[in-house]
């Protein structure tokens, strides 16, 4: 079986190192999308690994990830896009029934669409450190800060540890409806809820608070992008913004389906349809 799977694994990361037309749908779909950016694949690796095993009577699953990295030019420009693929395979007995990437942005924890703490005008004082933000953003996009809590859908609670990174204050403690913060192995459904989060910087006055902009070429470094994949109204996702790419647009840092560099617009994950939304978000100063 554990040869079966190293075929496999093999087999990704053969299929990333070459670039070649029909080598893998994953490849096709980037190299899509950067022709439309005026960008190509210069180069492409992976490496597999193993995480878990899990044996049921005749059933043996087997949970793995493969290492993409992708060197991409676009015009004049170089950057290296990372992105973590976790993979489960069933195999019965030793025969291999199903591989499939696995889908990673369903949350478990819930709550009613509300406005957050509208009614509270104290502020309080802060400048971003943008600068902070990201480089938390870089060291931290492929594992995990033991300081904090780590969640298995952990987007939402990575973004947030950008942002107090970069100086964004906690409040509202021990209320978990309230304000946007983690302490004492507790946090707000803001911190760690994707569509807490995009309520809350869209309706906070106080603390850490942001502004809507429509278009996500007026994002800074540091600043955030929700995602409602399905449409439907219920935010899902939310990335930082870490760099730019040569036309300006954002490239974002993520964990989940962890991702470093990764293009704003997620056209290129499984989780994409066509009834996608966006909100982007502004860090907003508070001196």
């Not at 800060?145 to 906690?170: R, W």
Request: net charge positive; with cysteine; glycine share 4%.
């Amino acid at each position: 079986m554990y040869k079966q799977l190293q075929s496999l694994l093999n087999t990704r990361v053969q299929q990333c190192v070459s670039t070649k037309e029909g080598s893998c749908k994953k490849i096709e779909k980037k190299k899509e999308l950067l022709s439309k950016r005026n960008g190509e694949i210069v180069k492409a690796d992976a490496k597999g690994y193993v995480r878990d095993k899990i044996t049921d009577d005749d059933h043996t699953v087997i949970l793995y990830e493969v290492h993409f990295r992708y060197f991409i030019k676009q015009k004049s420009s170089f950057y290296m896009e990372e992105e973590i693929e976790k993979r489960e395979a069933v195999f019965y007995h030793d025969t291999l029934l199903k591989d499939e990437e696995m889908e990673m942005f369903h949350e478990t924890e819930s709550l009613p669409i509300r406005k957050f703490d509208s009614d509270e005008n104290k502020r309080i004082r802060y400048v971003y450190d943008r600068r902070q933000a990201v480089q938390y953003a870089e060291r931290w996009w492929n594992s995990y800060n033991p300081k904090y809590i780590k969640f298995e859908v952990d987007c939402t609670n990575f973004v947030s540890q950008c942002l107090h990174a970069g100086g964004a204050p906690m409040r509202g403690y021990p209320v978990k409806s309230k304000g946007w913060w983690m302490q004492n192995k507790s946090w707000s459904y803001s911190w760690s809820v994707a569509n807490a989060l995009r309520w809350y910087l869209g309706t906070s006055n106080t603390g850490l608070r942001a502004k809507e902009v429509q278009d996500p070429v007026d994002l800074k470094l540091g600043d955030v992008i929700c995602y409602d994949f399905q449409g439907d109204g219920r935010f899902d996702h939310c990335t930082i913004v870490t760099a730019k790419d040569a036309n300006g647009m954002p490239l974002v840092n993520a964990h989940t389906t962890n991702s470093r560099m990764r293009y704003w617009s997620y056209e290129d994950s499984t989780a994409y349809t066509k009834n996608i939304q966006y909100k982007f978000f502004s860090i907003v100063d508070d001196a």
